[in-house]
C-alpha cells in the first residue's frame, strides 16, 4: 500500500499541477495563450503520462470518483477506497501550493479572482446555474467511469486504456469548463479552493459530493448493463 499510496499521491500531483496549472499560468497569457482547448488537452495528457508512469503500481486514478467509481464496478476493494482519496487529496494539495507558489511570483497576483477553481452561479465562468453544475459534473464524472471501465476491461485492446481515459478527459473539459471549469474530480478541486479561499470553498462541496455520485453511477452502469459475466 505504501508504493500505490505514494503513486497515487505523484499522479494526482501531477494531474492539478499540470491542469490548474496551464489554466493559471498560460491559459490567457498575454499575446497568446493556450485557451480553453490548450487548459484541456493538459488535463488529457497529466492523465496519459502519469497513467503510463504509475499505473501498474496503482492503477491510475488520480481521482477519488474513479476510486468510489471503480468500487461500485467491482473493479477496486472498499478497504482501499480512504487511503487511496487521502493520498489523492494530498497530492492535489501539494500542487496547488506548489502552483500558488509560482504564482504568486508575478507581480498583481491575486488568488481570490479564481486560481483555477470550480463554481457556479457568479463564480462560473459562462454564469451556468447550480443546477446546470449538477448536471453537468453528475453526466460527465458517469460518462468518464463508463470509459475507465470500458477501456480496462479484459476485453479492450491491451495497452490503449491511458490514451482513451485522457481523451475522454479531454473532451470532458472541452464540454465543461464553461460551466463549472470542470471538476470532475474532488481533489483537484480541494487542490486550488483551499488557495483561493473564499467562494471556491462554499462551493466546494458541489464539487465532491456530485462527481461522487457521478462516478458510482458510471461504476454500476458498466458492472450491470455493460460488463461480460464470461
Known amino acids: 500500500m505504501g508504493k500505490r499510496f505514494t503513486a497515487e499521491l505523484f499522479g494526482t500531483f501531477w494531474l492539478v499541477f499540470g491542469g490548474c496549472g496551464s489554466a493559471v499560468l498560460a491559459a490567457a497569457f498575454p499575446d497568446l495563450g493556450i485557451g480553453f482547448a490548450g487548459v484541456a488537452l493538459a488535463f488529457g495528457l497529466t492523465v496519459v503520462t502519469m497513467a503510463y508512469a504509475v499505473g ?15 468500487c461500485a464496478g467491482g473493479r477496486f476493494p472498499a478497504k482501499d477506497v480512504l487511503p487511496y482519496i487521502v493520498a ?28 483555477a477553481s470550480n463554481g457556479y452561479g457568479d463564480h462560473s465562468p ?11 459534473e453528475l453526466v460527465l464524472t458517469a460518462f468518464f467511469l463508463i470509459v475507465i471501465h470500458g477501456s480496462t476491461d479484459k476485453r479492450a485492446p491491451a ?18 469548463i464553461p460551466v463549472t471549469n470542470t471538476s470532475v474530480n474532488p481533489a483537484r478541486s480541494t487542490g486550488v479552493a483551499l488557495f483561493q479561499g473564499s467562494w471556491a470553498l462554499q462551493q466546494l462541496w458541489v464539487f465532491w459530493l456530485i462527481p461522487l455520485i457521478g462516478g458510482a453511477i458510471g461504476g454500476l452502469i458498466y458492472r450491470h448493463l455493460l460488463e461480460s459475466k464470461d
Open 56 to 70: 501498474h503500481i496503482s492503477g491510475g486514478h488520480f481521482n477519488p470518483a474513479v476510486t468510489v467509481g471503480l
Open 88 to 115: 489523492q487529496v494530498i497530492g492535489g494539495i501539494a500542487a496547488g501550493a506548489v502552483l500558488y507558489a509560482i504564482a504568486s511570483g508575478k507581480a498583481g497576483f491575486d488568488a481570490s479572482a479564481g486560481f
Open 126 to 136: 459562462g454564469g451556468y446555474s447550480l443546477h446546470a453544475a449538477i448536471v453537468a
Open 159 to 176: 495497452g490503449f486504456g491511458p490514451l482513451a481515459i485522457g481523451l475522454a478527459l479531454t473532451l470532458i473539459h472541452l464540454i465543461s
